[in-house]
């Protein structure tokens, strides 16, 4: 089945930088988008950045210029480098596969997600 495992996440402080990776199994990985998703406390998850097949990428305006997603289908993983991180970061962080409406998702499966806290 569908599987990911999220990892990477932690406490800094604003302005730090944190690199997020993700490993999935059960799919054929190296043909599909793939993409990092939050959800803050009391928010819904949204979709922040997304990285296709062959390597196009997009990023919500609010992370543009800060964060980078990147993948190698020779490891079934997708990475998210975050840098100079904010408070309204703060989220547990997910990926999974992008759905063809903007922030839905391919599977149904989740993972654990990793835990990201920006304060001072």
């Known amino acids: 089945q569908v599987q990911f495992v999220e990892s990477g996440g932690g406490s800094v402080q604003p302005g730090g930088s944190l690199r997020l990776a993700c490993v999935a199994s059960?799919?054929?990985?190296?043909?599909?988008?793939m993409g990092w998703y939050r959800q803050a406390p009391g928010k819904q998850r949204e979709l922040i950045a997304t990285i296709a097949a062959g390597g196009v990428t997009f990023y919500i305006d609010s992370v543009k210029g800060r964060f980078t997603i990147s993948r190698d289908s020779d490891k079934n993983s997708v990475y998210l480098q975050m840098n100079d991180l904010k408070p309204d970061d703060t989220a547990v962080y997910y990926c999974?596969?992008?759905?063809?409406?903007?922030?839905?998702?391919?599977?149904?499966?989740w993972g654990q997600g990793t835990q990201v806290t920006v304060s001072s």
């Open positions: 999974n596969a992008p759905g063809a409406e903007w922030g839905s998702a391919l599977f149904d499966s």
């Open positions: 059960g799919f054929i990985f190296r043909i599909r988008g």
